[in-house]
């Protein structure tokens, strides 16, 4: 995906099918601008939830460069609507 496609509230899978065990699901919590002192460049980072994968990894937060969620992300998944 594109690095522009990326959006905050939405969720992005890794193009595994449903019910795989390689399928991963992040649902992207924050997109912002860091910067790091010690080599004067800015990064735009990506806060998601981990919302389906293995369990070692559901449901945590973690963090990574946007253009490395681009690269990771295949697809945006649809939520289901209650």
């Known amino acids: 995906m594109k690095k522009s496609e990326i959006a905050c509230g939405k969720s992005y899978s890794n193009g595994h099918p449903e019910g795989s065990q390689y399928r991963t699901v992040r649902k992207v919590l924050a997109i912002y601008t860091d910067h ?3 080599t004067g460049r800015e990064e735009r980072l990506v806060r998601y939830l981990c919302t389906e994968g293995r369990v070692d ?3 945590r937060e973690y963090e990574i460069t946007l253009q490395a969620f681009a690269t990771w992300a295949k697809a945006v998944v649809e939520e289901a609507k209650p």
């Open 57 to 59: 990894v559901r449901d």
């Open 36 to 38: 790091y002192v010690y």
